[in-house]
C-alpha cells in the first residue's frame, strides 16, 4: 500500500491518483515563478493523472463533474544511472506525483431569520439604564 503525504478529511468523498519514478524532469527546484509557456511533458503526464483520478472516482461512484483538486504534491525520484560519456550524457531526474482530488460540497443558501436576536446588553449598562430610569 502507498503511503501518501496528506489524508484527505473525508475518505468516501475522495479520490486518488499517484505516479512513481515518472519520466519527466522534476520542476521548480530552488525558485518559484512563473514560467512564459508550459512544458509540455510535464502537462501530459498531469492529465494522465487526473484521468487515473477521474477512473478512480466513477470506481467510487463519485461525481467526476463536482471534483476539485485538493493536494497535488511532486517529489524527486531517484536518479537512474547508466555508463555515458560526455558527448551523450544521460540526463534523466525522475518525479513522484500524487494528487487527491475531492467531491464539493453544494453549498445552500442560509435560511433568512425573521426575528432579529437581541444583542446581549453588559452588566454595567444595565445598572446605567436603571440609574437613569430611577431618576
Same mark, same amino acid.
Given at each position: 500500500?502507498?503511503?501518501?503525504?496528506?489524508?484527505?478529511?473525508?475518505p468516501t468523498k475522495s479520490c486518488k491518483s499517484r505516479g512513481s519514478n515518472l519520466r519527466v524532469?522534476?520542476?521548480? +527546484? !530552488? /525558485?518559484? /515563478?512563473? !514560467?512564459?509557456?508550459?512544458?509540455? +511533458?510535464?502537462?501530459?503526464?498531469?492529465?494522465?493523472?487526473? +484521468? #487515473?483520478?477521474?477512473?478512480?472516482?466513477?470506481?467510487?461512484?463519485?461525481?467526476?463533474?463536482?471534483?476539485?483538486?485538493?493536494?497535488? !504534491?511532486? #517529489?524527486?525520484?531517484?536518479?537512474?544511472?547508466?555508463?555515458?560519456?560526455?558527448?551523450?550524457?544521460?540526463?534523466?531526474?525522475?518525479?513522484?506525483?500524487?494528487?487527491?482530488?475531492?467531491?464539493?460540497?453544494?453549498?445552500?443558501? +442560509?435560511?433568512?431569520?425573521?426575528?432579529? !436576536?437581541k444583542k446581549k446588553i453588559s452588566q454595567k449598562k444595565l445598572k446605567k439604564q436603571k440609574l437613569?430610569?430611577?431618576?
Open positions: 500500500m502507498v503511503r501518501y503525504s496528506l489524508d484527505p478529511e473525508n524532469h522534476f520542476k521548480a +527546484k !530552488q /525558485w518559484g /515563478w512563473t !514560467q512564459s509557456r508550459w512544458p509540455k +511533458k510535464s502537462a501530459e503526464f498531469l492529465l494522465y493523472m487526473l +484521468k #487515473n483520478a477521474e477512473s478512480n472516482a466513477e470506481l467510487k461512484d463519485l461525481d467526476v463533474d463536482s471534483l476539485v483538486i485538493e493536494h497535488i !504534491q511532486v #517529489n524527486k525520484a531517484p536518479k537512474t544511472y547508466r555508463g555515458h560519456g560526455r558527448i551523450n550524457p544521460y540526463l534523466s531526474s525522475p518525479c513522484h506525483i500524487e494528487m487527491i482530488l475531492t467531491e464539493k460540497e453544494q453549498i445552500f443558501p +442560509k435560511p433568512e431569520e425573521e426575528v432579529a !436576536q437613569m430610569a430611577w431618576e
